[in-house]
């Protein structure tokens, strides 16, 4: 019996309709044997015939099987099934999902995103788990399984409000994959992103949230560039602009040596958060004197434990961007952060390497002169003795 539970999906392409008839009455013959095999091979070699999958379902009913055996046959149901079988037979499947534990309410999930395009009480269910419910993988399957649902989809103004209004959720993984969803242009075109004023004082204000109660980097990176997305669409103000570099300011507020390494990941997370927030927002938002003066109190405020190696390609980056806008007043500003008393060493590596790799390796350049700075550390020094052309 097992055996011909893995091949059902075969059987059920394959099988002429006398050999299907054949096949399935032998099955109904040995429910009783081998309830779990049997039936989830019913299931499967049901396919789309809504009236075999009842009929499968008034056998359940009146067999009553153990927990495990009508699991399995959920599953069955809701990963090989067509979705169109899912739908018809929604109300029977609900029932079968009604307990409250949270292995039933997973399930449940899965069946109630497949609904939730075109059904508003589906939609009604999800956003109570991620509002209210305290399953955090009931909540982020919800989110998750609609957006395997709706693959290839696109979206329209109705479900952007309805995951908009998901936002709020304190589930940080449930917000990430709405934040995904909402961000990904195949999902929403720019036209219907742009149609919904309220989104982007929600997206801020969950950012917000994730910042103060130190939820993942992975989070708050999503919100991020879905920010940015919408930034292409329609152009932030200032004042939100400000706004949201303040909160990746303070992720790098300078914090004691004995902070844990959650907290350190962050931090360098956040470097990397400064570096798409403001290429690809503020530097095209604003003026760049003003960028500049932003920035440069960030890297000020940066301690030597704070730019590691990889912070400092992040830092590269970022500066490099900047160089490409306006060559000449970045590297100006770059040399006034480099001779600031206490700047971190690492900020000063990362100007030089940017300094070379933007203004060139000549004797006498601007790179060349950093050297010549009275708290050049011996860490330039050297980099810039190996690169610089003799």
Known sequence: MPEVSAIAESLALGATAEQRLRIAARLRAARNVSPRAGFC???????DRVGEHREILQAVDQAKPQRQILDSMLDAWLYRTPPRIRKEIAPELRQLLAAPDAETRQRRARLEAVLALDDASSRDWITDQVLHGQSTQVASTAITSFGRAVDGIELDDTVLTWLIGLMPGKHTEATRAVAALIG???????ATLGSITQLVPVVIARLSSAVDEDESSLTIRALLELIARVNRVSPLPANMIDEIFELIRRRLESAPLGISQVKR???????????????????????????????????????????????????????????????????????????????????????AETMVDLDGAEPGGRAAALESEANCPVEVTTYLQRHIVK
Do not use: Y
């Open 41 to 47: 091979a019913e299931i499967i070699l049901a396919a």
């Open 184 to 190: 990904d242009k195949h999902r929403f075109s720019d």
């Open 265 to 351: 990941n962050d931090q360098f997370a956040a470097i990397t958060d400064l570096k798409i927030f403001v290429g690809q927002v503020m530097a095209g938002r604003m003026p760049i004197v003003e960028v500049f003066r932003r920035v440069g109190e960030v890297l000020l405020a940066l301690a030597d434990r704070q730019v590691q190696n990889n912070v400092r390609d992040t830092l590269v980056t970022l500066l490099k961007g900047l160089g490409h806008d306006d060559l000449p007043g970045t590297c100006t500003w770059m040399r006034e952060i480099f001779a600031t008393p206490g700047v971190a060493v690492g900020v000063q590596l990362a100007i």
